[in-house]
């Protein structure tokens, strides 16, 4: 890629099939580009973690704040 950022020119101005042309392009690059980090999978470790979380319940994903709130107003999780 060049650098534009010394170029002191207005953009050139071009017709809405250009820009939209241009802009389905960009689309789709994006779109392949999600795909394919989308097929890479998940790590080994990063999906033993989650599965770890899981395995831990709701109540551990519960805010350590909300839980200290309810012990000092005397409400009970249980």
């Known amino acids: 890629m060049r650098d534009d950022s010394s170029d002191s020119r ?3 101005s071009v017709d809405a099939d250009t820009a939209r042309a241009r802009q ?3 689309g789709r690059r994006l779109r392949d580009m999600y795909d394919s980090v989308l097929d890479e999978g998940v790590p080994d470790d990063f ?4 599965s770890a979380l899981d395995e831990t319940g709701d ?3 519960e805010p350590a704040g909300k839980t200290a709130g309810k012990a000092e107003e005397g409400v009970s999780d249980g």
């Open 10 to 12: 207005p953009p050139r």
């Open 24 to 26: 389905q392009l960009i």
């Open 47 to 50: 999906a033993a973690l989650l």
């Open 59 to 61: 109540d551990a994903a």
